[in-house]
């Protein structure tokens, strides 16, 4: 829990969670992947970004967000993105 106020000297209360399989807090250990549909090459105003819905717990309810996961121990950080995106959307893709 963090505690801050705000401008008006409310004092709110703030809650966080933290991963405690990071190996150190500069270090990389998810991706979250923005992956585009070109449906049509010579026009990209019908490109379309591919989004996730999911149910989160401590929101009581299903949010829409980009692919996202962690990296297993023997993965770079493409390879981790490439399951990551398979995995959840049933997409094969490629980082460009």
Known sequence: NDNNNNNNNTLRKWDR???TTK???NSIDAVIILAI???DADDPTKDEIV???QFRPPVDAYTIELPAGLIDADEDVASAATREFEEETGYVGEVA
Do not use: D, F, I, T
């Open 23 to 25: 190996k150190s807090e």
């Open 17 to 19: 969670a933290v991963r």
């Open 37 to 39: 549909l070109k449906n």
């Open 51 to 53: 989004c996730v819905k």
